[in-house]
């Protein structure tokens, strides 16, 4: 359900009435994924093409004594077997050079990458691979962050002088003090799972050597220049010498920000070219290698205690925080930054305390998923609201609207909120969509959900959680994007072409790209051609990650737009302009004090999760989940509740159901049949999804960020439901029949 708020219409300029913006116009790619035509990485066939198979380590720590790949070479059919020393520069890496592509001398986790077999079949591959005998010297696996992080832990990584990946603090106020002057205080323990990505398409693609002589890799990806910079970096080329295609992409969430197949696929197509054969080489991996192939959504462990007056004042919140960083660094530094903003929640408290870490063990490397890092920090935020308002016998929006951040409010790191601060706005529609009323004594649930007295086993509760979802790495780091836009025709416009790298990984990206060349030059949607997915395009246009392509991307369009435009009213034919957008600057975390002005922009998000819980079975059923979201402005509405919907989902099962189990670093879930996702029989009865739009000063048309704001608050508002139901706090997820079950003493 889509309700559309226009707030403040007269001085929003969100809401100013356009032709293309803001329309739900269909997605172009809708038509090609529908019936079956477009073109996934695993679809694309070439002639004389050959297939790859990888030997993973299936190991979590070892050290390599010998490869003898002699057997495997010998195999009728094997065209050519491939190991580290076929590897020109043998490190690469998102965030810093810290993974081999093919190990050599040690393997950190179960998915390390040991040799490439090539053959004139993937039977032929697989039965070769299993010929390749490698000798290990097994050591001991590390599992538990909180033990790699101590001093004197054995160091994982020679080269380092700690496993500590990245540590974060923040000092504001006094937090001893304000401890002192709290009436109540709430201590907790309190953790977050894995999760994997679980994208409809395994990671896949094919390579060769195009008629230029560039080593050409077809494969999903989330950011083409990267991926290129990458791949030429491992296989010693420069970039001018690699090309990175996108075909259709099946899904990404963040975990296609990291290389999977690329550079593998690349250094095959060229070692075979040197060799004289000049044949595609295509990968497809299986469900299995896929999980135990790329990283997952960081686990976090903390401890917390968190003091408020009795009036309601939240006066001090005091966070220590370990992530689990796997066997490499992959985005665990970006990941780690927003979880301690976020473990302060949207409030303005005097005192605050922060101390976080990621460090590295022998379990799968821990990457971006969707949110990256804010569904943790705000999980612990909002538990210890929803405790403190227990405690105090207060209504849990009540409490929120006491200490909410407002516009100009300072966050825990001294800066307040850029762009609109309105997570005020979003939590009181949220609350007041849920049956909350603000009267004479504050903030009340009136029309509370009601238990079935004809099933007593059946409890109903209702949970409400909240949060703020940065848009842009940030940090630091100078967002960007660029884009290029030609006009063509004579008197009249008569077709747009734009250039832009954006990645279309299923979240529409590419239309609302084209609503806005539209909006920008005034010619109609469909004169709107798009140009991407290539690396051949001119500039760097930026990842399709951190919510941040609509922001960047949009900004760079209309900039681009512009200047074309201005040049095809001056009778310039056809006019061509591109543009590179670039963001308000950024600070990273002050090292003693954590102050900074951490991000560009924030979307805002309030959730209500009203469900039933079986206490016979351990089952729970969400029957209504309402989401309020500031995205400043939908360019696109129907694919905004697309997302909201989506994303809350994947967040549902996060919460209730996906269980990532490791033993030992081995991966006991690496099946679908054995990690459970969400079916259509999970989706809750009732979805509710009000968009408020408050235009970002900065934003194109006002537009921030919307992929991942709703995944902030799903996990609290659902534990907290769950809570209000039994009575008994979960205070790590997720909750399966089973763990619910012994949570509530039933076995």
């Not at 500590?164 to 002192?180: C, M, N, S, T, Y």
């Not at 090309?243 to 990291?258: L, S, V």
């Not at 005091?318 to 970006?334: L, Q, R």
């Not at 090292?591 to 039933?612: F, I, M, R, S, W």
């Amino acid at each position: 359900m889509l309700l559309l708020l226009d707030v403040n219409p007269l001085k929003n300029p969100a809401n100013h009435m356009t032709k293309i913006i803001g329309k739900s116009l269909p997605r172009v790619d809708a038509h090609a994924k529908v019936i079956g035509t477009a073109q996934y990485s695993g679809d694309i066939d070439m002639p004389n093409m050959a297939y790859m198979k990888i030997l993973f380590a299936r190991r979590p720590h070892a050290l390599i004594k010998n490869i003898n790949i002699s057997e495997a070479e010998k195999t009728d059919g094997v065209i050519a077997v491939f190991t580290a020393k076929d590897v020109p520069v043998n490190r690469y890496g998102l965030q810093i050079p810290d993974q081999p592509v093919l190990c050599d001398e040690r393997v950190l986790f179960v998915g390390d990458q040991i040799a490439l077999v090539v053959a004139e079949s993937e039977k032929i591959a697989s039965q070769a691979r299993s010929k390749i005998v490698v000798e290990y010297e097994d050591l001991p696996v590390v599992t538990d962050p909180r033990e790699s992080a101590k001093d004197g832990a054995e160091l994982l990584h020679s080269d380092k002088d700690s496993n500590i990946v990245q540590a974060h603090k923040i000092r504001k106020g006094d937090v001893e003090a304000g401890f002192a002057q709290s009436d109540v205080i709430i201590e907790a323990e309190l953790q977050t799972p894995f999760q994997e990505h679980a994208y409809l398409q395994p990671e896949a693609g094919v390579a060769y050597v195009d008629e230029d002589g560039r080593v050409t890799v077809m494969a999903g990806g989330q950011w083409l220049k990267d991926e290129q910079h990458q791949v030429a970096h491992s296989l010693g080329l420069s970039t001018d010498k690699v090309r990175i295609i996108h075909p259709a992409i099946g899904g990404a969430f963040g975990g296609r920000e990291d290389i999977s197949v690329q550079i593998v696929l690349g250094l095959a197509t060229m070692r075979l070219n040197e060799r004289g054969i000049n044949r595609p080489v295509k990968i497809i991996w299986t469900r299995e290698e896929s999980i135990i192939g790329h990283a997952k959504r960081h686990p976090f462990y903390f401890k917390t205690r968190w003091g408020a007056s009795k009036e309601g004042k939240i006066l001090a919140a005091e966070v220590d925080a370990t992530s689990d960083a796997g066997a490499y660094m992959y985005t665990s530094n970006k990941v780690l930054g927003n979880a301690t903003l976020m473990v302060a929640g949207p409030y303005e408290i005097p005192n605050v305390k922060v101390d976080t870490r990621s460090s590295y063990t022998n379990n799968i490397p821990t990457g971006a998923l969707r949110g990256f890092g804010a569904p943790q920090g705000a999980f612990l935020a909002e538990m210890m609201v929803n405790k403190l308002a227990e405690a105090l016998e207060m209504d849990v929006v009540e409490l929120r609207m006491k200490n909410i951040l407002h516009e100009g409010s300072l966050m825990s790191v001294q800066t307040p909120l850029t762009g609109n601060a309105t997570i005020d706005k979003v939590t009181e529609r949220c609350a007041e969509e849920a049956g909350w009323e603000n009267g004479k004594n504050g903030w009340n649930l009136i029309d509370a959900p009601k238990n079935d007295k004809a099933n007593p086993h059946l409890k109903r509760g209702i949970g409400f959680a909240c949060g703020f979802k940065n848009t842009g790495f940030s940090f630091g780091y100078q967002e960007n994007s660029w884009a290029k836009i030609e006009i063509h025709g004579n008197a009249e416009i008569e077709r747009v072409v734009v250039h832009h790298g954006a990645a279309e990984v299923g979240q529409g990206a590419h239309t609302v790209i084209m609503q806005a060349v539209a909006e920008s030059t005034g010619a109609a949607f469909d004169q709107v051609e798009f140009i991407g997915g290539d690396s051949d395009i001119e500039g760097d246009s930026g990842s399709v990650s951190a919510s941040r392509m609509t922001f960047m991307a949009l900004n760079a369009v209309k900039g681009a737009g512009e200047r074309a435009l201005e040049k095809w009213q001056n009778e310039e034919r056809p006019a061509i302009a591109d543009y590179k957008y670039l963001a308000p600057k950024t600070s990273a975390y002050e090292a003693e004090t954590g102050k900074c002005t951490p991000n560009v922009a924030y979307g805002h998000c309030a959730q209500v999760a009203d469900l039933e819980v079986d206490t016979e079975t351990g089952h729970i059923h969400i029957h209504n989940m309402i989401s309020t979201s500031d995205l400043g402005k939908a360019i696109n509405p129907q694919q905004v509740v697309g997302q909201i919907e989506g994303g809350t989902l994947q967040m549902i099962g996060h919460t209730l159901m996906e269980d990532f189990i490791h033993n030992d670093g081995y991966v006991q879930t690496a099946e679908l049949s054995t990690y459970l996702i969400p079916t259509v029989l999970d989706i809750p009865t009732n979805f509710k999804t009000v968009i408020v739009e408050y235009g970002d000063p900065n934003g194109p048309w006002g537009a921030r960020g919307v992929g991942e704001m709703m995944t902030v608050p799903t996990s609290a508002a659902i534990l907290a439901a769950v809570h209000n139901a039994t009575g008994v706090w979960f205070d790590e997820f997720p909750l399966t029949p089973e763990r619910v079950l012994r949570g509530l003493d039933k076995i």
